[in-house]
């Protein structure tokens, strides 16, 4: 059964740091492109950053340069930290395979970005 666990979301001050984590289990997580999502309130859930599976990054329009997507294959771990952060960041923030698949989304990790 494949899993994904987030952590390391919190409330966060405009221009803050974050550093995100997920844990992936069931299968060969190295075998696979994985990815950074988000949903903030009212809105779809949103590509935020993909890293393949020879590490080759992707990065969404508004968060170049802010955010840095990066992989562990050794402990099937998958990170997104960011920083120069904004309230419009805020979202529920999910990892999952690229492209998704919708039996994999797990609770995912809140960050709330307001002073």
């Known amino acids: 059964q494949v899993q994904f666990v987030e952590s390391g979301g919190e409330l966060v001050q405009p221009g803050g740091s974050l550093r995100l984590s997920c844990v992936f289990s069931g299968k060969r997580f190295s075998a696979y492109d994985m990815a950074w999502y988000r949903q903030a309130p009212g809105k779809q859930r949103e590509l935020v950053a993909r890293?393949?599976?020879?590490?080759?990054?992707f990065y969404g329009d508004y968060v170049t340069g802010r955010f840095t997507i990066s992989r562990d294959n050794r402990k099937n771990m998958l990170f997104l930290q960011m920083s120069s952060l904004k309230p419009e960041d805020t979202a529920v923030y999910y990892c999952?395979?690229?492209?998704?698949?919708?039996?994999?989304w797990g609770q995912g990790t809140q960050v709330t970005v307001s002073s």
């Open positions: 890293i393949g599976r020879f590490a080759n990054t």
């Open positions: 999952n395979v690229d492209p998704p698949v919708s039996s994999y």
